[in-house]
């Protein structure tokens, strides 16, 4: 079913019909085509849904559309809704939603629910204790596996995963894990505690989220524990939500790597003030960096006076520089997010890039010889100024592009700020100060 | 267990110890502790690991690691390996090794499995087919949830997941999937034809892994179905592949953005010929199209020669362009590889930048004509000349940093070429013009 044959069956009124091609589409699915609808059409198709599709059709809305649905559901409604979301879906959905329609969801959350969703609404954003959810099965080590393959048939329909199973003692703490996989294929009669991984790899709740999804690419889990200060077992974060990470800890190192505050939000939602608030800063802070370089230009007046021509490759060298820069800065920053470059490797990492920038900037310095000596008709010795400037430039401004990043890492600041653009910046004014510099020397001025 | 007390009881030879402490650990951990050791003793400790967990082990070394080990096992050995290893790592392994090594794992291989491999080393690289897995659940649709529940703790040993069953008619042609959950929580009785889900979503072997990868975010799955053209199911591609599928995705995009030809290979293990080839070429590129640049200032020598000072905000304007340009597209190319801005939406993009553009640009204008009218000491007509510059350069770089990545896409290529690099270098010949365009005619030279 697609946009088109949805309105269609609206428009004809062929309900019936209608309520039975939606429910074979996935849940994700129904949700996007509902999107499309104009609010009260789209409560009319949704309260035909079956409950429990309806509610998680719910939790795959936009928040706009969750907030509109809230504010025009019943309260019986609601309470369903609430009753069956998933944990860690609600507390997003409370995290996005105004006042009033909050303490409409709290009204019909149990008391005791309640007070999770005030201590999970107090995990620092980004924490593993923010992303993860409650419901988890949990099993006890003298059960057998028959007994815990009937607790899950019980109460699996409820819990974000049961292939991960979750063993802890009296008093929360965390003794094991078992899989579905070990509880289907072992014994019947065997103990949980005989058969349960004791070495359990677990997070914190204040961990941060990107080393929640370092630990889910390394293992390749599919669910991991959160653990509280006092080791008890508080939460779960499962695999689907670690995606969501991964890609948005992705989208915010793209964005500072192009001098942008970082933005959750999708671009196509965000307003134009938001958008151009997250670039003016850095916008800013660069165009005035950029003096330094009209000071060093002003400074060398009369060289550019006596030779003119020099003035024409200041573009290429500046380009130039802060192009290798960028290359080292973005595989370095790069590495360092994925964990395969760390801080002591700094040394092998300079050395390498050493090598490369020699390399790099004597082939590129050679062609740059004979194309501006043939093709540009200046003299030998003002193509000789620009190819070793160019030389040097490369060397430079590859040292600065990998050590900058590893020095941001070393005084714990996000190494994805020092990308391109402020490299650029920093390649700029050196490689003019080595063009004059080289120039006065080589050209006798 | 660290390096330290792994070397610690190596030297005392408490190997016993050693095994039951080693064998405590994840199998992941389990590999990186045996590669830092010489590829001898690491052979010896591999040895006495328990079979199937030293396959496990060997599944996760490097390349390197593995090349060794092949090398130094005797036969039976190896036999082992490649029967208990998971197909597709089988094939990730014979695709890195040299021809002797892939010869000797082949000869270990049974004759049916030897063919699937030749066929499975025919996909595509980064296609659907070439990341997918054979070792899946197959059902029936006229078993009982008894039925599978038994075959499952029969075979699930050897699947790479079994919390998703596929069930398939006679010709291998998928009819369903269903949840190990769903089986756990259903009556035995009951037939799987009643409980599975038919409106499976699938890929073909030769999608590509990026639409694959978008899929599984999208949904949330565990696991997805790949069919061939008959639809027959060929099969399974697992979550944990495609974490590393969407790392190396955005890897790629990183390195296309910053001017490098993408490569898979880790930083520190790739060598340096490899990374200076992988940079040249764009860098030169680069450095070749700023001749242009160079030829709009040798145009307008006489200008920068009647007004010298001039000269000196073309590094600011060129950066400040670059730097608008670059923000743009890397929103643009973002929002187009997480299918968060499609082409349809173009019109809309490009109003939302165009505003975006006006207010930035404004900004930095003003602020731009108070700082060098004030600091500078240029008259008031020179510090209007580069701050309309700015503003049009801003509005400019902006449009053409969120055309050219859409304009990329619909052509079919990788829109993260269009990014920074290349629009800093056609945004700063349009701003060179502009501004001497500009200077002409205000400053009447």
Chains 1, 2 share one sequence.
């Not at 709740?205 to 080393?211: G, L, P």
């Not at 192009?258 to 660069?286: C, F, G, N, Q």
Request: include cysteine; charged fraction near 25%.
């Amino acid at each position: 079913m697609d946009e088109r044959r949805l309105k269609e069956l609206i428009e004809e009124k062929k309900y019936v019909t209608l309520k039975k091609e939606l429910e074979e589409l996935n849940q994700v699915d129904i949700a996007e085509l509902l999107e499309k609808l104009d609010v009260y059409t789209a409560l009319l198709i949704f309260r035909m849904l079956s409950k429990d599709l309806a509610v998680e059709v719910f939790s795959h809305f936009s928040v706009e559309q969750q907030r509109n649905i809230i504010g025009l559901v019943t309260d019986k409604e609601l309470k369903y809704i609430v009753e069956e979301l998933f944990f860690d879906d609600m507390v997003d959905i409370i995290e996005e939603m105004p006042a009033n329609i909050v303490k409409k969801i709290l009204k019909h959350a149990k008391e005791e629910e309640r007070s999770l969703i005030n201590q999970f609404l107090k995990y620092p954003p980004e924490s593993a204790g923010s992303i993860m959810t409650i419901e988890y099965v949990d099993l006890k080590k003298h059960m057998t596996v028959g007994d815990a393959l009937n607790h899950i048939k019980k109460t699996g329909l409820d819990k974000e995963t049961v292939y991960t199973c979750y063993v802890t003692d009296e008093n929360r703490k965390l003794e094991g894990i078992i899989s579905l996989r070990k509880l289907v294929i072992s014994d019947e009669e065997k103990t949980i505690e005989d058969i349960m991984n004791k070495d359990v790899i677990y997070v914190h709740t204040h961990d941060d989220q990107e080393t929640v999804a370092n630990i889910f690419k390394k293992y390749g889990f599919l669910a991991l524990p959160v653990v509280d200060k006092e080791d008890r077992l508080t939460g779960i974060i499962t695999v689907d939500d670690i995606m969501d990470v991964i890609e948005q800890e992705n989208t915010e190192d793209f964005q500072r790597m192009a001098a942008m505050a970082p933005s959750e939000e999708k671009y196509l939602d965000t307003d134009i003030l938001t958008l151009a608030k997250h670039r003016i800063l850095w916008l800013l802070v660069l165009m005035i960096s950029a003096t330094f370089t009209g000071r060093i230009i002003m400074k060398y007046e009369g060289v550019l006076q006596t030779i003119v021509v020099l003035t024409a490759f200041i573009p290429m060298l500046m380009d130039t520089g802060g192009n290798s820069g960028n290359q080292s800065s973005t595989l370095i920053i790069r590495g360092l997010a994925l964990g395969e470059i760390e801080l002591k490797d700094a040394g092998k990492v300079l050395w390498k890039e050493f090598r490369i920038s020699v390399i790099v900037g004597f082939m590129l310095a050679v062609i740059n010889f004979f194309r501006i000596y043939l093709f540009d008709t200046v003299g030998p010795l003002v193509a000789f100024t620009v190819s070793i400037t160019l030389f040097l430039t490369v060397i430079i401004s590859k040292g600065i592009g990998s050590l900058l990043p590893m020095a941001a890492k070393k005084l714990n600041i996000d190494p994805a700020i020092m990308a391109g653009p402020l490299i650029t910046t920093i390649v700029d004014a050196i490689s003019l100060i080595l063009y004059f510099k080289i120039a006065t020397l080589i050209l006798g001025i």
